[in-house]
């Protein structure tokens, strides 16, 4: 029986294409500065995304980590969605890492507006943190890959002006935005000081993601990842897989956004779960679970029937489509899911 993985598009394996990238890739040694593919992918994302320049890092967590460090200092606030990922999925790291206090709002699909952030900066005076640090997700996971509004975005950039505050944005699934909005990755992400973004879900690298921002800012990045243990030596390896990412598989994510609709409705149609249609924008389905079982029953039953899926809470699960599961699949899934909780 075939095994078809909706945990997360974290999961996926690299392409036979991916591989020979991989295995013919130029090196040198990063730490040095003269890994020339390494230098090749940072040119080529930092020109996709209209920045001056861009930082290769192991991971999304760390890329989150240091922007949030570079542009910070002990004892400021900041302000993010209750349900981000810079705070759920990144083990305390703006506390640990940045000395950040964090006020964590609650909100409609994972944007904060213009108006709660004004709501939200706190008066300067000698008792209170100083807001500083706004940072938003987008896609955003926990609200089931819901694309941010664009136009709340740029207002969010004005009170961020008006009160001088820094705008960060977690960017991991940025290209699925892209994708299923038709606007660009440079006008997704203009509004914001730093970005990260992750080369490892959606578009099927092995590992890796990146920072963007001025050529300054990125050079202090490029600090702070030797002192998180970021600095790698032949990892053009890596490198390589990203910049055939990058090249290859952008266009084909809405394959994923149509397969995710088809797993939600199908979902939909069983009396065990319930999706809201109207949050799957992209890759990720969040299914409240209203029949009378707890999430890790359900979880246990579909990994046992070939089609792991991930606990998101008590009464919810989620799925992710990816590269690696085709329309066949998703249907070959419901069948299977159909067979157990219909």
């Given at each position: 029986?075939?095994t078809?993985?909706l945990r997360s598009?974290?999961?996926?394996?690299?392409?036979s294409e991916?591989?020979?990238?991989?295995?013919?890739?130029i090196v040198?040694?990063?730490v040095?500065?003269?890994d020339?593919t390494?230098?090749?992918?940072?040119?080529h994302?930092?020109?996709?995304f209209g920045?001056?320049a861009?930082?290769?890092?192991p991971s999304?967590?760390?890329?989150?980590?240091?922007?949030l460090?570079?542009?910070?200092?002990p004892g400021?606030?900041?302000l993010?969605?209750?349900?981000c990922h810079?705070?759920?999925y990144e083990?305390a790291?703006p506390v640990?890492?940045?000395?950040l206090?964090?006020n964590?709002?609650?909100?409609?699909?994972g944007?904060?507006t213009a108006?709660?952030?004004?709501q939200n900066?706190?008066p300067?005076?000698?008792?209170?943190?100083?807001?500083k640090?706004v940072?938003l997700?987008n896609?955003?996971?926990?609200?089931?890959?819901?694309?941010?509004?664009?136009?709340?975005v740029?207002?969010?950039?004005e009170?961020?002006?008006?009160?001088d505050?820094?705008?960060?944005?977690?960017?991991a699934?940025?290209w699925?935005?892209?994708?299923a909005s038709?606007k660009s990755?440079?006008?997704?992400?203009a509004p914001?000081?730093?970005?990260?973004?992750?080369?490892?879900?959606?578009?099927?690298a092995?590992a890796?993601s990146m920072i963007?921002?001025?050529?300054?800012?990125i050079e202090?990045c490029?600090?702070?990842r030797?002192?998180?243990?970021?600095?790698?030596?032949?990892?053009?390896?890596l490198?390589?897989?990203?910049?055939y990412?990058?090249?290859?598989?952008?266009?084909?994510?809405?394959?994923d956004?149509?397969?995710?609709?088809?797993?939600a409705e199908g979902?939909?149609?069983?009396?065990?779960?319930?999706?809201?249609?109207s949050?799957?924008?992209t890759?990720?389905v969040?299914?409240?679970?209203?029949a009378?079982?707890?999430?890790e029953?359900?979880?246990?039953?579909?990994?046992?029937?070939?089609?792991?899926v991930?606990?998101?809470?008590p009464?919810?699960?989620?799925m992710?489509?990816?590269?690696d599961v085709t329309g066949a699949?998703c249907k070959?899934?419901?069948d299977r899911i159909?067979?157990?909780?219909n």
């Open positions: 029986m075939k078809i993985d598009d974290t999961v996926t394996k690299p392409s991916m591989r020979q990238a991989i295995a013919t890739a040198g040694d990063d040095f500065g003269d020339p390494v230098i090749e992918l940072e040119k994302v930092a020109g996709l920045r001056e861009s930082l290769f890092v999304g967590t760390m890329g989150n980590q240091i922007c460090k570079v542009l910070s200092e400021w606030e900041l993010c969605d209750r349900e810079v705070v759920n083990a790291g640990i890492h940045a000395g206090l964090i964590l709002l609650t909100t409609e699909r944007m904060i108006e709660m952030v004004r900066i706190r300067i005076n000698l008792h209170c943190p100083l807001t640090l940072t997700e896609t955003h996971n926990r609200h089931g890959g819901t694309i941010l509004p664009q136009q709340e740029l207002k969010v950039r009170v961020c002006d008006e009160f505050l820094i705008f960060h944005l977690d960017g699934r940025i699925n935005a892209h994708a038709g990755l440079e006008e997704l992400t914001f000081d730093s970005v990260s973004v992750c080369l490892s879900k959606g578009l099927g092995p890796g963007l921002g001025g050529a300054e800012f202090k490029r600090r702070a030797k002192l998180f243990g970021g600095g790698m030596r032949q990892v053009g390896i490198a390589a897989a990203g910049l990412a990058v090249k290859n598989n952008i266009t084909r994510l809405v394959d956004h149509t397969n995710a609709k088809l797993l979902l939909n149609a069983l009396d065990t779960f319930s999706v809201d249609l949050r799957v924008e890759n990720i969040v299914a409240n679970i209203v009378d079982l707890p999430a029953t359900i979880v246990t039953n579909l990994s046992e029937a070939g089609v792991p991930v606990q998101f809470g009464r919810k699960i989620r992710v489509t990816h590269l699949d070959e899934a419901l159909g067979e157990l909780f």
